[in-house]
């Protein structure tokens, strides 16, 4: 059967070596027509048309997409339920159905994407929409589509979730024909009674451990793991079924059929029916064997990595550094103050990723523009003239430029751009105001008035800190963010922050 795409699934007959007489009787031919061509064979349905018919009578939805999650065969349930035809769904995306709510469709492309890479997902539960504009409970199964070794696509089933009142037997007959469509997957899929002990296995278990999957119906999972994990694995398997709980990414040791070791992981949810009764448990068996290895080996790089990258910020910061003896130490401190700070604001942190990290890489090098600015001009002990003020006011600029070169995976650049901006749009080099202003860069900010008023420059003495602290409370909510400069003085009065020296 050709679906659109030209891919070809055969549908095959049984050969027989005598003819029946529609009558019954067996032994005589039928007669041959004047052309030579069976008329029977005529009468009957192409293996295309058939596989057709038994794809439109499955009482689930079902829909066939390619490698790139483009449609390429609906059945009849799905056409009924979404008002569209074959024709003017092909070779679109699952959202052109129009039968799932906008917001569920993020979750649904992320699952088909993960299917697609051969990760196994959980069916997906919410309400869909019927034409009639009737709300239907769902349960939507992803799974992979294969031809021979070669991935093509990924089966989408839709399914109503049961009443209530539902035969246990015809709920019994869909998980069937999902376990069917499943044998394609690469993870060994499995179900277990309520005993534990495996009901079904799909075909994938005879290439992780070598059985074949009646070999493995009967036993237990305790049964194919080392003797020195039994106790182990069992515990673990019994508690959370008694507790009836999902198991999540559990990792066990299993034998081979050959003896060989294999690692597996784990995930599984309860099986419970319309009565709540449990009986057992569907799960999915994941061979990482050699992840281990090489997540160990991923770390190291990644240590090795973060060590390099260290070096070359402080390398940045020392180009600074050197050239401003009063400023020695001013973007570490930065860091230092900004990462006491952001301790302080924990919904900030968990709104933003990695802010720790930002506000201390940023810190060290907020002030990388100052490379560009003359000695002398940063240097003058006496007041600048409007001229070499705004070289100064360059120096955000002048950083921006150069960081905005660098594939950072955090804003840096924008940091380093924003970090004299202030909120009543006073600052520069933009005048930005308010929300226009990154938070990163008025955590930077903050810690930079500070450091800045603490320690002495060369046109002035030390301000000292009770100074610092007076001026940013002043001043919030006016210069300075009100979250940030609270967590400020926070860190200092409550935290008792000091300035680490070297």
């Not at 246990?168 to 007959?173: F, Y």
């Amino acid at each position: 059967m050709t679906i659109n795409n030209g891919d070809s699934f055969d549908v095959k007959g049984t050969a027989t070596t005598e003819q029946e007489h529609p009558a019954g009787e067996k032994g005589s031919a039928m007669p041959s027509s004047p052309s030579g061509h069976d008329p029977l064979e005529k009468a009957l349905p192409s293996p295309e048309e058939r596989l057709k018919a038994v794809l439109d009578a499955i009482e689930d939805g079902l829909v066939l997409v390619d490698a790139n999650s483009r449609i390429i065969f609906v059945n009849k349930k799905t056409r009924d339920i979404s008002g569209h035809s074959q024709e003017e769904v092909t070779g679109k995306t699952l959202d052109v159905l129009g039968i799932l709510p906008p917001q569920a469709m993020p979750r649904l492309f992320s699952l088909l994407n993960s299917v697609l890479f051969g990760q196994p997902v959980q069916p997906l539960r919410l309400d869909t929409h019927a034409r009639s504009g009737e709300v239907v409970p769902m349960e939507i199964h992803l799974s992979l589509l294969k031809k021979g070794d070669q991935t093509i696509g990924a089966c989408v089933i839709t399914r109503s979730m049961p009443d209530q009142g539902m035969e246990s037997e015809a709920e019994h007959a869909k998980g069937d024909r999902f376990r069917k469509l499943a044998e394609n997957s690469i993870d060994w899929l499995w179900e277990t009674n309520e005993k534990g002990v495996y009901a079904d296995v799909s075909a994938s278990v005879r290439d992780i451990l070598g059985y074949e999957p009646r070999e493995v119906l009967g036993k237990t999972i305790s049964d194919l793991v080392p003797m020195k994990e039994v106790s182990r694995v069992t515990k673990t398997f019994s508690t959370t079924m008694s507790a009836r709980q999902p198991l999540k990414l559990v990792q066990m040791n299993n034998i081979r059929k050959d003896g060989r070791l294999v690692t597996l992981e784990t995930t599984a949810v309860p099986i419970v029916d319309g009565q709540g009764r449990f009986s057992g448990y569907q799960g999915i068996h994941r061979d990482i064997t050699g992840r281990d290895q090489a997540d160990l080996r991923f770390a190291q790089d990644l240590v090795k990595l973060e060590k390099t990258v260290d070096g070359i910020l402080q390398a940045l910061t020392l180009m600074v550094e050197v050239r401003d003896p009063y400023t020695a130490g001013h973007q570490r401190r930065v860091a230092q103050l900004g990462s006491a700070i952001v301790k302080e604001m924990p919904n900030a942190r968990a709104r933003i990723p990695d802010l720790d990290k930002t506000i201390r890489i940023a810190g060290l090098l907020h002030d990388l523009g100052k490379v560009f600015i003359p000695i002398e001009i940063l240097t003058k002990p006496s007041q600048l003239t409007p001229d070499e003020f705004a070289a100064i006011k360059n120096h955000p600029k002048a950083g921006y430029e150069v960081l905005k070169n660098i594939e950072f995976p955090w804003p840096i650049a924008d940091v380093a751009l924003q970090h004299h901006e202030r909120l009543n749009g006073s600052g520069y080099p933009s005048g930005l105001k308010y929300d226009d202003i990154r938070i990163e860069a008025r955590i930077v900010a903050v810690a930079d008035v500070v450091e800045a008023m603490v320690y002495p420059r060369s046109y002035r003495p030390a301000l000292g800190l009770d100074n610092a602290l007076r001026e940013i409370a002043k001043s919030k909510g006016t210069l300075y963010d009100t979250d940030v400069a609270e967590a400020c003085l926070s860190a200092f009065l409550d935290r008792g922050f000091k300035f680490q020296t070297e």
